[in-house]
């Protein structure tokens, strides 16, 4: 399994680099004296963020190999289990096989939407979210943003409105929904109004989006001639604080399903632990890529220690724990300093369901490949 993962990990940020490439490109002017056009960094970010996570989630949701049993793992012979799933042209057929038997799987559009978005296809990923948006009745605004962000990397003119309007309604229902601040300034971008992208990015930037996404956002500012706050990077207020038992840094208020963790490191690998090294504790849907319900930043030298996360802890509207039953909640040292997991990161990770206890436990016992 080993040498497959990191083959696999090989690829996955040689595919990003070899896509991101051309998107930073600035493109130069065909008209002389005019300014050179903007880099693509929507796709960019989508890249960056949706890629890896839409991977690894859509692979262990699809797979035939035996993840969770490595006994059976150890049976199984070459070019079996997960040489099955194959690349993502694979992962696609095999959703859309999905569809074609249960066409009403609102999950399994929103999945395939998501593919098709990170293969860079976003006209047929908007197809997809539309799909889910009119099974649902229209009444999710996390699809209709999906469907939004589809739109905008199509930049296909017939839709940029439609999507104007939908990320509009975004901010307007909560203006800290960081996926339609960065459309918005996008936009505004594209549409020559440079002091509606200083306002949306820099508001994104005071809601501390994690270290990678927050480079690209402090460039663009750059480019507009807004200089970023040194300290936004620091303030954990987009990520909330864990609240230890110990009565540590006070985050948000816990409000609607509150899961307490209690967050230990095994003794077997406590040596890796370095100072002042990020840990992020993030409660997912299980097979759902994006970002998390619910998340926390903190520091490796808090362990160990207990965190709170609550519906007060959301990082997108209308996506929370109480919006789901089943969560998976992981506890990462990230020695990379990002949101995206790094080879050597330490990490732990426990299920909890809807109306089970809420008092669960990790222990940090596995090294990332």
């Given at each position: ?34 300014p050179a056009a903007p ?141 339609a601040l960065w459309y ?180 940090i016992d596995q090294v990332?490949?």
């Amino acid at each position: 399994m080993t040498p497959f993962i990191l083959i696999c990990a090989v690829m996955l940020v040689a595919a990003i680099a070899y896509l991101a490439v051309p998107l930073v490109r600035s493109v130069p002017s065909a008209a002389k004296g005019a300014p050179a056009a903007p880099r693509s960094s929507a796709a960019l970010v989508a890249l960056m963020v949706v890629l890896p996570l839409a991977a690894v989630a859509l692979y262990s949701r699809i797979s035939n190999f035996p993840w969770d049993n490595p006994i059976i793992a150890a049976a199984v012979p070459p070019g079996h289990g997960e040489g099955a799933a194959g690349d993502m042209n694979q992962v696609t057929a095999q959703l859309e096989a999905r569809l074609a038997a249960n066409p009403g799987d609102v999950e399994g559009w929103q999945m395939l939407g998501r593919t098709y978005l990170v293969s860079g296809e976003p006209a047929k990923a908007a197809a997809a979210y539309q799909k889910a948006i009119d099974l649902t009745g229209g009444n999710d605004p996390a699809l209709k943003l999906d469907l939004a962000e589809a739109f905008v990397l199509t930049e296909d003119p017939a839709v940029q409105e439609q999507a104007r309007q939908i990320i509009d309604a975004a901010i307007e229902a909560d203006a800290s929904n960081a996926k339609a601040l960065w459309y918005s300034g996008v936009m505004a971008i594209r549409a020559g109004d440079k002091e509606t992208a200083k306002a949306r990015w820099s508001r994104l930037l005071e809601l501390s989006p994690p270290e990678d996404i927050r480079q690209i956002v402090v460039a663009q500012l750059a480019e507009l001639g807004v200089e970023a706050p040194a300290m936004a990077a620091a303030s954990p207020a987009a990520m909330g604080t864990g609240a230890a038992s110990a009565g540590a840094a006070e985050g948000p208020s816990p409000t609607g399903r509150t899961i307490r963790i209690a967050i230990s490191v095994d003794p077997k690998i406590a040596g890796k632990l370095q100072p002042g090294t990020p840990l992020f504790v993030a409660a997912r849907q299980p097979g759902i890529p994006g970002p998390p319900l619910a998340a926390v930043r903190m520091s490796s030298d808090e362990l160990p220690t207990t965190v709170v996360l609550s519906d007060a802890n959301s990082m997108m509207e209308g996506r929370n724990l109480s919006s789901v039953d089943d969560v998976e909640v992981v506890a990462r040292v990230a020695f990379g300093g990002t949101a995206v997991t790094a080879t050597g990161d330490l990490i732990g990770k426990v299920g909890q369901k809807k109306g089970g206890p809420t008092d669960v436990a990790i222990v940090i016992d596995q090294v990332a490949p």
